[in-house]
């Protein structure tokens, strides 16, 4: 099992490969496929990420079957299902790394600032709102919606920034729409 350095770098270096690839580089083989139905999943790294179509975390951190541990909603927002699959990839595989995944130009984070409410999104929008609070630029809103997600996964699962290269991380990064880079805000 990687540290959460160790799997923070390999999303790092994976991302640096995405940003030139005109095919995905991660391995999606039949062989991958087979091993994993045999062997189960062996993720390095847990992403909470935004539903958002432009956004496949796989590709951009070059990742195949069994890499990454996806939880994906609108405006990457978490509630008690959210954390406890986050919770379960932590705990029963073994994963080091938590990574929340906002993205430039969300829905989500604009309907939040433009104040939309009503139906079910109207509980993704408060927590957004919540994030934010005044905030109308929308990179830093995304930004700020995001370190809100790293400190509520570190207080609800009592992960504290620690010293120890073998203990639970959560990192916080925005992945750029418009040209594919990731940029990691928090450690």
Same mark, same amino acid.
């Given at each position: 099992?990687l540290?959460?350095?160790? /799997?923070?770098?390999?999303?790092?270096?994976?991302?640096? #490969?995405?940003?030139?690839?005109?095919?995905?580089? @991660?391995?999606?083989?039949?062989? &991958?496929?087979?091993?994993?139905?045999?062997?189960?999943?062996?993720? +390095?790294?847990?992403v909470?990420?935004?539903?958002? #179509?432009?956004?496949?975390?796989? #590709? $951009? *951190?070059?990742?195949?079957?069994?890499?990454? *541990?996806? %939880?994906?909603? =609108?405006?990457?927002v978490?509630?008690?299902?959210q954390?406890? #699959?986050?919770? +379960? /990839?932590? !705990?029963?595989?073994?994963? &080091?790394?938590?990574?929340?995944?906002?993205?430039?130009?969300?829905? =989500?984070?604009?309907?939040?600032?433009?104040?939309?409410?009503?139906g079910?999104?109207?509980?993704?929008?408060?927590?957004?709102?919540?994030?934010i @609070?005044?905030?109308?630029?929308?990179?830093? =809103?995304?930004c700020?919606?995001?370190?809100?997600?790293?400190?509520? $996964?570190?207080?609800?699962?009592? %992960?504290?920034? %620690?010293? !120890?290269?073998?203990?639970?991380?959560?990192?916080?990064a $925005? +992945?750029? $729409?418009? !040209?594919?880079?990731?940029? *990691?805000?928090?450690?």
């Amino acid at each position: 099992m990687l540290t959460a350095d160790e /799997a923070k770098q390999r999303l790092i270096d994976g991302n640096k #490969s995405y940003l030139g690839a005109l095919t995905g580089d @991660g391995d999606i083989s039949p062989a &991958k496929r087979r091993e994993t139905a045999l062997n189960g999943q062996n993720p +390095y790294a847990i992403v909470i990420t935004c539903s958002d #179509s432009r956004v496949i975390p796989e #590709s $951009i *951190f070059s990742a195949g079957i069994g890499e990454l *541990f996806v %939880i994906r909603v =609108a405006g990457n927002v978490l509630d008690d299902h959210q954390l406890g #699959s986050i919770e +379960y /990839a932590a !705990d029963h595989l073994g994963t &080091k790394l938590i990574v929340l995944l906002g993205h430039t130009r969300c829905g =989500a984070v604009g309907a939040a600032i433009e104040g939309h409410t009503g139906g079910f999104i109207e509980s993704i929008l408060k927590d957004i709102q919540l994030a934010i @609070g005044n905030e109308k630029d929308d990179f830093k =809103a995304s930004c700020l919606n995001v370190k809100h997600g790293v400190e509520t $996964i570190r207080r609800e699962l009592k %992960i504290h920034p %620690i010293h !120890d290269p073998e203990g639970l991380r959560v990192a916080g990064a $925005i +992945y750029h $729409i418009e !040209d594919g880079r990731v940029e *990691f805000l928090t450690d």
